[in-house]
């Protein structure tokens, strides 16, 4: 079997640990990969950021649906895009969870940690929804071109009982990159995502039909 590279533990004293404080708040474990003997892999997490609490208050119980994605971000690999547009995977880390379902969790968690809305939840949870979060991850890499950790998220706010789209936004987020190696590519993803998490805290608090404003960030219209 093929052995992925191994990668250290976050330790305080090793410069590896400086570079991944400096960029993100990317949670980190490792654990050993199952059949690969002595080879380890880094899980990494994603961060719930709380200064969203800046802002308005969202009117209503919202359900926060699981993002919708193409395959390369379906599970919990961490993947990278050549010039061509090629997905390939970055050795040596992998998410703590499937994409999708940890940006749930952690968009939700952002919601509810600054007390935006009355109740916020999955489908399924026992909460009468006013309205849904429909969302879409259409980019979450390392863009090797521009070397940039790349965050796209789409977001669609429904109304469920008519069914009516109320509005949506196209979130997305860069962050540079010093090098293609997951230590450095994992957090500054988190920081990319954790910029979208909070422009759509806000863009929903302060009303679906504003848009915050952010250098950072890039809002379109869908």
């Known amino acids: 079997m093929t052995h992925q590279p191994v990668i250290r533990r976050s330790r ?11 960029a993100g708040a990317a949670a980190t474990l490792s654990f050993g990969l199952a059949g690969c003997g002595s080879s380890s892999t880094t899980a990494f997490d994603l961060s719930a950021p709380r ?37 390939s995977l970055i050795g040596g880390g992998q998410w703590a969870d499937r994409l999708p379902r940890l940006v749930q969790t952690r968009l939700i968690q952002t919601l509810e940690g600054g007390s935006r809305t009355r109740a916020v939840g999955r489908p399924g949870d026992g909460i009468t929804g006013d309205n849904q979060l429909n ?7 390392f863009d090797a071109r521009t070397g940039e950790a ?25 962050t540079p990159v010093g090098s293609a190696n997951v230590g450095e590519v994992a957090p500054a993803l988190d920081k990319s ?30």
């Open 51 to 87: 200064e969203a609490a800046r802002g308005g208050r969202i009117a209503g119980q919202l359900i926060v649906a699981e993002p919708t994605s193409v395959q390369a971000f379906e599970a919990e690999r961490i993947v990278a895009k050549d010039q061509a547009g090629t997905v």
């Open 135 to 141: 969302t879409e991850i259409r980019a979450f890499n």
């Open 150 to 174: 790349v965050v796209e998220i789409s977001a669609k706010l429904v109304d469920l009982k008519s069914g009516r789209v109320l509005n949506g936004r196209l979130f997305s987020a860069r």
């Open 193 to 222: 995502a954790t910029t979208v998490f909070v422009a759509i805290a806000r863009w929903l608090g302060s009303g679906p039909q504003r848009v915050p404003q952010d250098p950072n960030l890039r809002v379109g219209s869908l």
């Open 12 to 22: 305080p004293g090793f410069a590896y640990a400086r570079r991944l404080a400096l």
